[in-house]
């Protein structure tokens, strides 16, 4: 046959549709994407945790009322609320990689990714909520 005509043979082993092929997207379409939030997200929260990590160090075995004055900082409180939120994304995120490798058939997989996801975000909300409320009461 000739190379401008693939053969049936050829084009029914491909997993790409001819619109895909031209575009460059894989059968999954976001893989990309979700690949690189993963990369971003991570690199975002090592500074976040560094921070955290060692402002709980200089506080360690201080009263409530001087932590509750800590997260009283408009500053703190902001990263602290930006921690949450990639944190829960990504764990999310991650999560949602090891149930498509390893969970089947494909109903419980997306019930699992379905109570993965609204766990995170009410984690997430409830963490925002505490930090929020925390924050209003020291300020």
């Given at each position: 046959m000739?190379?401008?005509f693939p053969s049936t043979t050829d084009h029914q082993t491909?997993?790409?549709?001819?619109?895909?092929?031209?575009?460059?997207?894989?059968s999954a379409k976001s893989g990309?994407?979700?690949?690189?939030?993963?990369?971003?997200?991570?690199?975002a929260l090592l500074p976040l945790m560094l921070w955290f990590i060692f402002?709980?160090?200089?506080?360690?075995?201080?009263?409530?009322?001087?932590?509750?004055?800590?997260?009283g900082h408009p500053f703190?409180?902001?990263?602290?609320?930006?921690?949450t939120g990639i944190g829960f994304y990504h764990?999310?995120?991650?999560l949602q990689v090891v149930i498509e490798d390893y969970i089947r058939p494909e109903r419980r997989a997306m019930v699992a990714g379905l109570l993965i996801r609204g766990a995170c975000w009410l984690l997430g909300l409830l963490s925002a909520l505490s930090i929020l409320r925390l924050a209003v009461a020291a300020a």
């Open positions: 000739s190379e401008n491909r997993l790409q549709t001819p619109l895909g092929r031209v575009r460059q997207n894989g990309t994407h979700h690949w690189w939030m993963q990369r971003v997200t991570s690199i402002s709980l160090a200089i506080r360690a075995g201080a009263p409530y009322e001087e932590f509750a004055h800590w997260v703190n409180a902001v990263l602290l609320l930006l921690l764990t999310a995120g991650g």
